[in-house]
Nanobody
């Protein structure tokens, strides 16, 4: 089975920076993409950033220019560098990956446990 472990959340003041990390481990044959979502109470999870196995990236408009997603494919690890944080960035951040555990290429979405990011003014 696949396990996704996140780290890097915390509390910062407006303008501060955090770097989130997430590593996928277990039965992994291939990963299509890895990314980050965030969720606040009463809202659905929203896409923050995604990166493909080839390195192509996409960002939510709110993240462009402030956040940077990267990955180390050999380590099945994805990062989210968050700069110039704002109070509206406060949320639980979840990493995700589309993974085929076996050679049958049956991909499934996997999620991390979530890490809290709190930005105070």
């Amino acid at each position: 089975q696949v396990n996704m472990v996140e780290s890097g959340g915390g509390s910062v003041q407006t303008g501060g920076s955090l770097r989130l990390s997430c590593a996928a481990a277990g039965s992994i044959f291939n990963i299509n993409f890895m990314g980050w979502y965030r969720q606040t109470p009463g809202k659905q999870r929203e896409l923050v950033a995604v990166i493909t196995d080839g390195g192509s990236t996409n960002y939510a408009d709110s993240a462009k220019g402030r956040f940077a997603i990267s990955r180390i494919n050999a380590q099945n690890t994805v990062y989210l560098q968050m700069n110039n944080l704002k109070p509206e960035d406060t949320a639980v951040y979840y990493c995700t990956a589309q993974i085929a555990p076996d050679t049958d290429f049956q991909y499934r979405d996997y999620w991390g446990q979530g890490t809290q990011v709190t930005v105070s003014s």
